[in-house]
């Protein structure tokens, strides 16, 4: 039993249970922050735990590997964990200033802990039926902090985020009874084994392709992706900011777990498809950004078409394509919960996020301008950022087996990117204020200015970090993605014996 | 008995699709609750039906003497029933509050959160669309 494997569950449970009671008062806020920053330790241990002994797995209350309910940890879901208390922290702090006191009475903070707590578990876990019942606890969470506070916008986008979402875990929940129908498992580690031994291969292929459009729904991928940009602009920013860093990527997750360890059995259908989609969804996605006017959307539209990429990664099903994948998946998470930090600090000293009504954030606040270069920059791929390696590596798999018009389309992709970046640049930083307003970063008070600029600089310093010195990360998704390809020792620790 | 639930399956899950395809939002949501019941038949037929075995292990034994039923699947769609229960209710209070607060529930006449021009855009944001919170549209008018 390792106990390293539950505290990026249970410390959030508690601090959700503790910060609503205290929900009316200012405790609540900073009890989220400790707990968040123990989350934030935790991981970093689980990680430490994991690059010492590889991987590590615990079975529930003791029942054996099959049976119980496993949790396990390779290097994928261990720096995924602790992205997701990065991010998770530079939330909670940025929501010190975002989120309104009547929105914390409501239990922002709670919901928001229950939220990192659905996340952490669908990294962790070893059981497919116990990972749906991880994408639920976060469905949930995300549901109320999506419509928390209920103006008209975001009751809109909710309603569209919530049914689609809910077609999409009952189709997950179809896939495991369907899947349990033929193997007579769930822990994933065994479903390894026992889908070699099935009959009916073409019946596992269907339902590697039911799994495919569950997961394809979560992750935003082409044609299944209109949920996101129909709500992801409606909340308040820092809702937006860890929905766009986290949400979309637990489906990405989900896709890389399941279609490197379970269904593997027919590559050559189940990731052509998924290539194509990549590539569509890479491109719809940048189209979609080029053409909104609104900071948020573009934003919103840019995720999908970063699914794109990552995808791409999983479907091209080499090592260096997977090496791609989770470089991608942490670069990508930094970055974006970045980028929506930036506009909402656009939104709270220029009034909106219309780029019609926004201006003078060039002359008045430089050093929001600088700090919007930075991720804009990286989510492009420009060189030293941390896009840049991803990207890289991604289009670099691609050429390798000559893949020429997929390599092309990518690259076309990045340059539509730093298009819609432009344009964002050319709207909200460059010109002066359409209203004559005078956005200054100066005009916040001292303790808002910390709250929100804290976050955004953190975040920006890991971009660079990561772009200046990409070696340890890029030898880091190098074994993880070995892993990946060879579920050999999963497999032996989850099981605990030699497949 | 799989022929005869694999029928039901079937039906319930024609019926709902039928129902999700329609532009009220309730009308979806009624379909989505009957799919999901559909979907724990689904999970409780993979698990093999076996009839008039309950899985208990009798007094002084340490495992059940005869054939009987898979507990699995039962102990799966129960949890099912009690999440997909927390999500529908959760659902239906939203539909209820977004047809008090937009007034509709018709997916068509849904474009606050994504305007289609730009006259529709400042509406939104100056909060003086086609719908009054303070007099919500007749049930007639959404079309329930």
Redesign the interface.
Known sequence: MNWLLVYPIVIPLMTAVVSYLFRNSRAGRWISVAGTAALLLASLLLMAEVLDRGVVAAQMSNWEAPFGITLAADLLGAVMVVITAITGMATVIYSLSDISERLERMGFHALLQILLMGVCGAFLTGDL?NL??WF?VM??AS?GLL?LG???????????Y??LN??S??MF??G???L??ITGTLNMADLHLAVREVQNQGLLTTIAVMFMVAFGVKAALFPLFFWL???Y??PPVAVSAIFAGLLTKVGVYSLIRCFTLIFNQDVGFTHTLLLWLSVITMVTGVLGAAAMNDFRRILSFHIISQIGYMVLGLAIYTPLGLMGAVFYLVHHIIVKANLFFVAGVAKRIGGST?LARLGGLYTHAPLLAFLFLIPAFSLAGFPPLSGFWAKYVVVKAALDLEMWGVAAISLAVGLLTIFSMTKIWGAAFWPDHPDGIKPRLSDLPMGDRVALMLPIIGLAALTCIIGLFPEPFVQFAERSATQLLDPTEYITTVLGVQP | MELLLAITIGIVVATSVYLMLDRNALRFLFGLVLLSNAVNLIIFAGGRLTAGAPPLIPEGAYAPVDVVANALPQALVLTAIVIGFGLLAFTLALVYRTFMTLGTVNSDEMRIAEPRDKRQLDESRLGMGKADPEHPATGQEAGI
């Open positions: 039926f749906y019942v639920e469905l949930i549901f419509v209920g103006d008209r916008q975001q009751l809109d986008g909710g309603i569209k919530v049914m809910l077609v875990t009952i929940l179809t495991i009874g369907l349990y129908g940009p129909a709500s602009h409606t219309d």
